[in-house]
């Protein structure tokens, strides 16, 4: 049974940080892409980052670019997303998931529950 759990969301001031965590069971995430996607208040989903599996190379969404990483702990089977910088408009449900293969447009056929991430003064 593949299970995705969210953690590390929570109420951070502008300019704070966050760190959110996925842990993984029953899929081992360095066989395939993870990625973390955001749903901001009456907003739809937004891709914010991918780790592939061919050379862990990272990709981000444009606004937040040298502000959040993405990487993984193989050994924890854990997928990770460090948040500097914060601004209101990061405030969103996080989600982590599983990316399949290479199709166009991308598709996820694992998610986990989702944390919140609300940044406000």
């Known amino acids: 049974q593949v299970q995705l759990v969210e953690s590390g969301g929570g109420l951070v001031q502008p300019g704070g940080s966050l760190r959110l965590s996925c842990a993984a069971s029953?899929?081992?995430?360095?066989?395939?892409?993870m990625s973390w996607v955001r749903q901001a208040p009456g907003k739809g989903l937004e891709w914010v980052s991918d780790i592939d599996n061919a050379g862990d190379v990272t990709y981000y969404v444009d606004s937040v670019k040298g502000r959040f990483t993405i990487s993984r702990d193989n050994a924890k089977n854990t997928l990770y997303l460090q948040m500097n910088g914060l601004k209101s408009e990061d405030t969103a449900v996080y989600y982590c998931?599983?990316?399949?293969?290479?199709?166009?447009?991308?598709?996820?056929?694992?998610w986990g529950q989702g944390t919140q991430v609300t940044v406000s003064s």
């Open positions: 998931a599983k990316k399949m293969g290479n199709i166009r447009p991308p598709l996820y056929d694992y």
């Open positions: 029953g899929l081992v995430i360095n066989r395939d892409c």
